[in-house]
């Protein structure tokens, strides 16, 4: 039998969510896909939740952005984010490198200062993406121990 395809391990990650919250890490996906094409899009079912990390190569270091699924909400994290201009004040965190913006809506990923931020954080990428490349979909990590993926309410 042939090992499971990392897109059928990725809908296996999901479904240990709601489904309204399968739906909507499914629909952000689909949408980054389009808005960051050629990207290796790294998986980690990690102990917090669930990361897909888009970079131009598999090397993590190189990601630039990525989406999070916690039991609640997706965010969007943009990892050298403390370099990127934010005149809009959208980002969120005080680390050394990492910041994030909270989904609402699916509908955040097409608002024109994401979007703006989305194509800076591509532009800062140390190697540029092969934009006429598909997209390739690569599982990096799955922890054995994990955080549930359901609100506990």
């Known amino acids: 039998m042939a090992p499971p395809t990392a897109a059928a391990q990725l809908k296996s990650f999901l479904a240990k969510y709601t489904p309204a919250m399968h739906a909507e890490m499914k629909a952000a996906h689909a949408k980054m896909r389009k808005l960051v094409p050629g990207a ?69 990923l097409d608002r024109r200062p994401i979007r703006k931020l989305i194509s800076l954080a591509i532009a800062q990428a140390d190697r540029p993406f092969d934009t006429t490349a598909r997209n390739t979909l690569v599982i990096k990590s799955v922890s054995a121990k994990q955080r549930p993926r359901r609100p506990s309410h």
């Not at 909400?73 to 943009?78: A, G, I, R, S």
């Open 40 to 108: 290796i899009e790294m998986v980690y079912d990690n102990w917090n939740g669930l990361v897909i990390g888009f970079g131009p190569t598999q090397r993590p270091s190189e990601a630039v952005l990525s989406l999070l699924a916690m039991p609640d909400h997706v965010t969007l994290c943009f990892l050298k984010g403390k370099q990127l201009p934010d005149p809009a004040k959208l980002l969120r965190g005080g680390g050394t490198t990492v910041r994030h913006y909270r989904l609402s809506a699916l509908a955040d």
